[in-house]
């Protein structure tokens, strides 16, 4: 017992030391800049950077149009996958998967290929219409983990009995959906919300062969060009996702708790 309970504590510290020491080899190479000294000079010329500002707040207005598509589409499919056609469960699984194997490069191609400036549909030629090809792309992306996130918080939930329940209340399949579903599967959803976020915050390829202001180009350009900056970035995007991980933890504990057994 005390042989196992000391192998699980050298894993555990193994783990740790792997996951902490980069970091903190990082954050102390960031304080460096200025010479012979610790200061804090490139968080100070990062977060100054009109780029950096115009980027960041570009990705994270992609993110949040993302999420929202990611929802409106994952959460009905998901929904009625699992209470009217379970039959087509795997079907719809691997759909969702491809993203997983059609590498983004891909993706972006087939874009310029049919909506480029000479085709019938020339999303390409304006920014708006490429803002929303990026957001699309984005959302397909992000599908294997939104679906999967919002399907197992499905499986929590009596989804047929909540269903019979609305519909003898009188409600629509609009309000079910969004006042009884959604409710329950919100950290589920939260989940894959917090997982898109981080996909379109650090995602590379599309933006930049769109020509999209984003942070994933930016963090690139600043990698290529400078010493100090990126560390700093690095450790910035770190305590943005930590961030997000926490506000997921405190919300589930104001969610709504469901004691049916999976359906």
Not at 25 to 46: K, Q
Not at 155 to 177: H, K, N
Request: aromatic fraction near 14%.
């Amino acid at each position: 017992m005390k042989t196992g309970r000391f192998w699980a504590w050298l894993v555990f510290g193994l783990g740790t030391a792997y996951f902490f020491i980069p970091l903190i080899a990082t954050f102390e190479f960031s304080l460096r800049m200025r010479r012979g000294e610790y200061s804090f000079d490139a968080y100070r010329v990062v977060l100054g950077d009109s780029r950096f500002q115009e980027t960041f707040a570009y990705s994270v207005t992609v993110a949040v149009f993302t999420i929202l598509l990611g929802v409106l589409l994952v959460v009905p499919t998901a929904y009625w996958i699992r209470l009217r056609m379970p039959h087509l469960r795997p079907v719809v699984e691997f759909i969702t998967l491809l993203p997983l194997v059609i590498p983004a490069i891909v993706i972006v191609f087939g874009y310029i290929r049919m909506y480029g400036s000479n085709s019938p549909l020339p999303f390409l030629g304006s920014a708006r219409g490429t803002d929303a090809l990026l957001v699309i792309g984005y959302a397909t992306l992000a599908l294997p983990y939104m679906y999967r996130a919002v399907d197992t918080g499905l499986r929590t939930i009596d989804v047929r009995t909540l269903t019979e329940a609305a519909q003898i209340l009188g409600a629509g399949w609009t309000t079910i959906i969004a006042r009884v579903i959604l409710p329950n599967v919100l950290i589920a959803v939260l989940s894959g919300a917090f997982l898109t976020f981080a996909i379109v915050i650090g995602e590379f390829t599309l933006a930049s062969l769109l020509n999209r202001p984003a942070f994933g180009p930016y963090l690139q350009n600043i990698g290529a060009n400078r010493a100090y900056e990126p560390a700093a970035l690095a450790v910035i995007a770190f305590a943005i996702t930590w961030g997000c991980m926490s506000v997921i933890q405190i919300l589930a504990r104001f969610a709504p708790k469901s004691a049916n057994r999976p359906n």
